[in-house]
């Protein structure tokens, strides 16, 4: 098993148990994200006020605090440097992720059209510059948050628990549940949704051990599918859309009200990209077997 998929502890010193570690990165991470919130809430007035655009600074400042709050959790909790959030490394990573989030929606749009279950029209376009920024940084503080909390938190901490395709099915299914409650969710959009982009992600982390190489995926993914082609995100319809997809046809290529992430066909896609990602996490000796017992959640 490599090194950089389950760094050690300092000699001498013990990681706290997963559980414990569990509960304490998951609070942390919510009780920052409810504050940060709180206080823009009650700093920026609300749309449509001028001062809205104010909103921006904490979509861009919010991530940033999120991942040197994760990073100093793991200082302390786990006697570690947190080389799975490098910069270094994770430049280029998210690039690369970006580019395969794109490309996926992509090939999903294209291939609705070419069975004539869609048709794209000009939409909005782009209109000043802080509606082109908003739509930026909101998939970005989406991406950050999420992939901190699923994948860096939830996939991490449980693969040490059960081992990786265990994990990997735990917080992918975590993942489409919460979003169990958007706009037009059914039981079968949110399985298509863990089962694709769930496990798409959870591997995007497994096989790189970095976490820019996700975010850059999920940020890629949701630019693309609700600002450039103006289709549902999990039920949620963007604001500004560069252009607009119309679609129609059975619910297993659209998703319905939902969106993208509720068909069977974006999920058979994510789950051609999870198949590629998880042959290269054996590759790169990162898999860690399958196992379980209690033991494993109250140790270090």
């Given at each position: 098993m490599?090194?950089?998929?389950?760094?050690?502890?300092?000699?001498?010193r013990?990681?706290?148990?997963?559980?414990?570690?569990l509960i304490?990165?998951?609070?942390?991470?919510?009780?920052?994200?409810i504050?940060?919130?709180?206080v823009?809430?009650?700093?920026v007035?609300?749309?449509?006020?001028?001062?809205?655009?104010?909103?921006?600074?904490?979509n861009?400042?919010?991530?940033?605090?999120?991942?040197?709050?994760?990073?100093?959790a793991?200082r302390?909790?786990?006697y570690?440097?947190?080389?799975?959030?490098?910069?270094?490394?994770?430049?280029?990573?998210?690039?690369?992720?970006a580019?395969?989030?794109?490309?996926?929606?992509?090939?999903?749009?294209l291939?609705l059209?070419?069975?004539?279950?869609?048709?794209?029209?000009?939409?909005?376009?782009?209109?000043?510059?802080?509606?082109?920024l908003n739509?930026?940084?909101?998939?970005?503080?989406t991406?950050?948050?999420?992939?901190?909390?699923?994948?860096?938190?939830l996939?991490?901490?449980?693969?040490?628990?059960?081992?990786?395709g265990?994990?990997?099915?735990?917080s992918?299914?975590l993942?489409?549940?919460?979003?169990?409650?958007?706009p037009?969710a059914?039981?079968?959009s949110v399985?298509?949704l863990a089962?694709?982009m769930?496990?798409?992600?959870?591997?995007?982390?497994?096989?790189?051990?970095?976490?820019?190489?996700?975010?850059?995926?999920h940020?890629g993914?949701?630019?693309?599918?609700?600002?450039?082609?103006?289709l549902?995100?999990?039920?949620?319809?963007?604001p500004?859309?560069?252009?607009?997809?119309?679609v129609?046809?059975r619910?297993?290529?659209?998703?319905?009200?939902?969106?993208?992430?509720?068909s069977?066909?974006l999920c058979?896609l994510?789950?051609?990209?999870?198949?590629?990602?998880?042959?290269?996490?054996?590759?790169?000796?990162?898999?860690?077997?399958l196992?379980?017992?209690?033991?494993?959640?109250l140790?270090?």
């Amino acid at each position: 098993m490599s090194s950089e998929a389950n760094s050690s502890p300092k000699i001498g010193r013990l990681r706290d148990p997963v559980i414990v570690r569990l509960i304490t990165f998951i609070l942390l991470l919510l009780a920052a994200t409810i504050l940060a919130t709180m206080v823009t809430r009650s700093v920026v007035p609300a749309a449509p006020s001028p001062g809205h655009g104010w909103i921006l600074l904490k979509n861009l400042l919010l991530p940033i605090l999120l991942v040197w709050l994760y990073g100093r959790a793991v200082r302390l909790l786990e006697y570690r440097e947190p080389r799975e959030i490098s910069l270094q490394r994770g430049t280029p990573l998210f690039l690369l992720g970006a580019v395969l989030g794109v490309a996926i929606i992509a090939i999903y749009v294209l291939t609705l059209l070419a069975f004539g279950a869609a048709t794209l029209t000009g939409g909005a376009g782009v209109h000043g510059v802080v509606p082109l920024l908003n739509e930026v940084l909101v998939p970005w503080a989406t991406a950050v948050g999420e992939e901190l909390l699923f994948r860096l938190v939830l996939f991490r901490l449980a693969e040490e628990a059960v081992g990786t395709g265990a994990a990997a099915l735990i917080s992918a299914l975590l993942f489409g549940l919460s979003h169990a409650m958007n706009p037009g969710a059914s039981p079968g959009s949110v399985l298509y949704l863990a089962a694709g982009m769930g496990t798409l992600l959870a591997f995007g982390f497994a096989s790189t051990r970095n976490a820019w190489f996700p975010v850059g995926l999920h940020w890629g993914w949701n630019f693309t599918e609700g600002c450039l082609f103006g289709l549902p995100d999990s039920g949620q319809a963007d604001p500004l859309q560069i252009m607009h997809t119309t679609v129609s046809g059975r619910a297993f290529l659209t998703g319905g009200a939902f969106g993208p992430e509720g068909s069977l066909l974006l999920c058979a896609l994510a789950l051609a990209g999870t198949a590629a990602l998880a042959r290269l996490t054996l590759r790169r000796n990162y898999w860690q077997s399958l196992r379980f017992s209690m033991r494993g959640l109250l140790e270090a």
